[in-house]
């Protein structure tokens, strides 16, 4: 009873891998086959739970990789406002949210596109053709968790510049704008009177 429950769910798991790499021939539509590899490897996580959490460990690799991407963010971003508008770092705290999300973005990218590729030597070194394309699925969802991440980095910079062109026009036409004093008509005073 075991073993044909085992069969049935590997035959389920191939016709799944199957519908998700004959989506993209069939309807050539790369969203369809994007949200497919995602339920995927969702649903794999789901039923493996346990083994995977039992293998998954964090290293130190995950918090080098994230400590070095959290270091590059921070430069990179002091870098890009000093060369775009000309000011130092301790005037970029207009904006704690948008900085936030940079960061936390730029801070997961480098171990989602590490497990995306480790995924995808994994898939090209298998010798079963299944667990290739298995591994392939989960490539590809790391690739486009990668890419929203991406994006999602991209928006929020687009944000900072506008808020902060914004606010930097305000600061300008505020310093330009000189206080309306009450014209006083002023005479010297002739010589020899008092």
């Known amino acids: 009873m075991e073993n ?14 199957a ?5 993209i ?26 083994e995977i959490v039992k293998k998954f460990e964090w290293t130190w690799k995950v918090f080098v990789t994230s400590a070095v991407a959290l270091f590059l963010a921070k430069i990179s971003a ?10 130092y770092p301790e005037h970029l705290d207009h904006s704690v949210a948008v900085w936030t999300v940079i960061t936390a973005c730029t801070y997961l990218t480098l ?6 590729l480790k995924f995808l030597a994994i898939s090209i070194n298998e ?17 486009i968790m990668w890419w ?13 510049d506008g808020c902060f062109c914004w606010m930097l026009t305000a600061i300008r ?14 005479t010297k005073p002739a010589i020899g009177s008092s």
Do not use: D
């Open 19 to 23: 519908i998700v790499y004959g989506s």
């Open 78 to 87: 002091t870098h890009h406002f000093n060369n775009k508008y000309g000011i």
């Open 173 to 186: 036409i505020v310093g330009q704008a000189k206080p309306a004093l009450p014209s006083v008509k002023t």
């Open 127 to 143: 010798k079963s053709v299944l667990k290739s394309l298995k591994y392939g699925i989960h490539s590809g969802t790391f690739i």
């Open 111 to 116: 171990p989602v596109l590490w497990n995306s």
């Open 148 to 160: 929203l991440l991406i994006m999602a980095h991209n928006q929020a910079a687009n944000m900072t």
């Open 4 to 17: 044909s429950q085992e069969t049935n769910e590997n035959r389920f798991e191939k016709i799944a891998i």
């Open 25 to 50: 021939f069939i309807t050539q539509n790369l969203l369809i086959f994007c949200i497919l590899c995602v339920l995927f490897s969702g649903w794999q996580l789901w039923k493996h739970y346990h």
